[in-house]
Every structure is written in C-alpha cells, then in structure tokens.
C-alpha cells in the first residue's frame, strides 16, 4: 500500500524553538492520546494560532500536497472542530483530522456533528479519537475516570457512534451510554475514518475492534514493529484488517549536517530548570505511549550534543523534553529521511503525521526535500498532487 502524509495544525501557537507555543504548563494540551503542549508563550517569535496564521499553514499543506493535518484538542489549544470548519473556505481538497476526547462529548452528538461536517465539507473529516492519559487534564473537563474506565467508555462511545451512522435507529444500553432510536438525518456519507492511538493493554483491543487507522509514535522501527504486530495480531482475532500511522516531527534539510546543526540549535535553546520541569510534569501522565516517550531520554535532562539523543539511526528524541506527546523528529538530508519513512513503511506503516516547527516552514523543507525522493521510490500513490513551486526558506 502506499504512503499518505498528513501535516499538523499547531492551535496551540507556532515558534521557531522548541518552546514558546501553547499556554501554561508543559504537558497539559493534547493530541493523539496525550500533550502535545509546551511552556508557556513568551518566546521571541511566538506566533498566536490566529485563523489567518492556521488558514498560512492549512493553505501550505495543501499546496504541498498533504492528504489532511491533524487538528489537536486540549485546554490551550483552539477547539478543533470550530477552527477546522473555519478553515474549510480558506482551503480547497485538504482533509481535517479533527482530534476530540468521548468522555466530554454525546456519541450519537458526535455521530450528528461528523454527518454535518461531511455534507458541509464534500467528505473532508477524519476523526481522531483521544482517549486521555492525563488525569488533571481530564479532571479540567469534570471527567475523573480513571484508565481502565476511559478505554471502557471510549469502546462504547465508538459502538454507538458507529451503531448511529451503520444501523439506525440504533438502541444501545451499557455501562456508560443507553441511546434509544439513535440515527442521523440524512445520514453520512462518506463515514469519516477513525484513527485511534494507544500503547496500554486496554487501548489495544479497542483499536483492533473499531479504529480503522491505529495510530502510534516515532520509536525506534524494532518498536514499532513489536506494537504493529500485537495490534495487527487483536484485529486479526475479530477478522478485521487496519491501516497504520506514524505520529512524528521531521527535520530534514538538503545535508545531514545542516539538519543536525538546526537540532544542535533547537537543543541549546532549551532551559535546563524549563526541561527538568517539563520532565516532571509529563511524568504525572498515565499514558503508557508518553512513559515509552520519557523512556528514550534514560532519566536524563541535559544534553550537550544533539547525536546524544539519537536514540535510532535518524531518529532524534528532542522534542520530547520539553513537548508531550510525539517527542521523537526524523532528522537528516531529504535521502535520508525518504530512508528512513521508507523502513517505517516497510513495517506496515501506511500514514505518516508530521510536523516541525515552525509549521509553515518545515513543509516547505520537507515538502520540496523528501516529497520527490518519496516518488522517485514509489511510496506515494497519488502523482497529482501539485508541485510545490521554490521559495526561499531560511532555518
């Protein structure tokens, strides 16, 4: 099968650091299970996640010839449904990966918002479905399940938002939702798909029963292919067959020197008091995917040399000590990173969610870089999408 790309949406704010996006504390907005928050936004360069700056980075996706951009959800991000439906007129085929939590919204109201989403955008929502991994985070949205429950709810969530689209009037009673007669006027059409990401044991039988993407992090491959395996191996026994993705950041650049050089500039950038907060915050988070996260830096909170956190051949753990979530970055020239999602796509990674900071500027990098090397290896199927034309694009 060949390779989607998919870009982010940063609305929590963009910067050129590592740092300086998002609001308050380290850890605390979320996008794919748990933070993809930083600290604070005092950083020089800061760039507000204002519609026209958001509108700048859809619109380059777009033209760079993403598939869709992943839209986060969290308390210092802007609410992903809202924004995204914003963007819909500012944008012309780019689909949106809307991520949302089930314990703070109505499955069959879900069910309604997507059907509507779809008739209004021409079919151009994904859904990112975000089960929680942090407890004051869920607590701020009066939810105080704890683990096993959410993926409990979640499951049950999903059964009813799929018994609404599939079989309506769709009656449903469990331990969290009792729906009689749910339906959607007009029905949907096409059903969105539903990416899913997760690393605990609970997290993995509801993926292989209802997601029909499995999303997880940029780990070393031989990790990577141990979780594909075990998800692969739960779908399998419910004769179900999914698609996989790759959450990661990219640094790519036309030498491997210049890519680990604006590493090496990210790196010395970053606070040691800021990092060693951010390390004790994320510790808090009951994600076991952000534990395997904080896993690749061995306890450590200061590095001198950027190679230092190369925890894989071109793969870089960085941005995890200050940022939740997808801490890992490809690194390297446009060849070596094309190499490098070419090993993950021969593991069974089918969709690759990337980003870098700042946003706009890191798709231009990587959109003009590894894109044409992606082709000339015939990892990308669809060869209509735009050339991207040449701009200046400074580190």
């Known amino acids: 099968m060949a390779a989607t790309l998919h870009w982010f949406l940063p609305t929590s704010g963009d910067s050129r650091s590592l740092v300086g996006a998002g609001q308050g504390s380290p850890g605390r907005t979320a996008a794919g299970g748990v933070a993809d928050g930083v600290l604070g936004s005092d950083t020089a360069g800061f760039r507000a996640p204002t519609i026209d700056y958001l509108a700048e980075v859809a619109r380059t996706a777009e033209q760079l010839g993403f598939e869709g951009v992943l839209t986060p959800t969290g308390t210092f991000c802007e609410d992903a449904w809202l924004v995204t439906a914003a963007l819909l007129r500012e944008t012309e085929r780019l689909k949106f990966l809307v991520a949302f939590r089930p314990g703070v919204i109505n499955p069959v109201l879900a069910a309604q918002m997507a059907a509507a989403y779809q008739r209004i955008s021409g079919g151009r929502l994904m859904l990112n479905v975000v089960t929680g991994g942090s407890p004051e985070e869920q607590a701020r949205f009066g939810d105080?399940?704890?683990?096993e429950e959410r993926?409990?709810?979640?499951e049950e969530f999903l059964r009813v938002v799929r018994g609404t689209w599939e079989q309506p009037p769709?009656?449903?009673r469990g331990r969290f939702?009792?729906?009689?007669?749910?339906?959607v006027k007009g029905g949907v059409s096409p059903q969105p798909a539903i990416y899913f990401g997760g690393s605990s044991g609970p997290a993995g039988p509801v993926a292989a029963e209802h997601a029909d993407v499995y999303l997880t992090w940029g780990e070393p491959p031989e990790l990577v292919a141990e979780k594909?395996?075990?998800?692969?191996?739960?779908?399998?026994?419910?004769?179900?067959?999914?698609?996989?993705?790759l959450r990661v950041h990219t640094i790519s650049r036309d030498t491997s020197e210049e890519a680990w050089r604006h590493a090496q500039w990210l790196l010395d950038g970053l606070d040691p008091a800021k990092v060693a907060a951010a390390q004790e915050q994320l510790r808090s988070s009951e994600s076991t995917g952000q534990a395997r996260m904080l896993a690749l830096h061995e306890g450590r909170t200061s590095y001198a040399d950027a190679h230092d956190l190369e925890v894989s051949p071109g793969l870089w753990s960085g941005v995890g000590l200050v940022r939740g979530g997808a801490g890992t970055s490809l690194v390297g020239s446009h060849d070596e990173v094309a190499e490098k999602i070419a090993e993950y796509h021969a593991l069974g990674i089918d969709e690759f969610i990337l980003?870098?900071?700042?946003?706009?500027?890191?798709?231009?990098w990587f959109?003009?870089?590894?894109?044409?090397?992606?082709?000339a290896r015939g990892l990308l199927a669809d060869e209509s999408a735009p050339a991207p034309h040449r701009v200046a694009v400074s580190a």
């Not at 939702?177 to 749910?182: I, L, N, P």
């Not at 594909?228 to 993705?245: C, I, N, P, S, Y």
Request: proline share 5%; glycine share 12%.
């Open 170 to 172: 769709y009656d449903f």
């Open 367 to 375: 959109g003009e870089g590894v894109v044409p090397r992606l082709r």
């Open 151 to 154: 993926y409990a709810r979640t």
């Open 177 to 183: 939702f009792d729906v009689r007669g749910a339906l």
């Open 355 to 364: 980003s870098g900071y700042p946003h706009v500027e890191e798709a231009w």
């Open 228 to 245: 594909l395996d075990w998800v692969r191996g739960l779908a399998a026994e419910r004769g179900r067959t999914l698609r996989f993705g």
């Open 144 to 147: 105080h399940e704890p683990k």
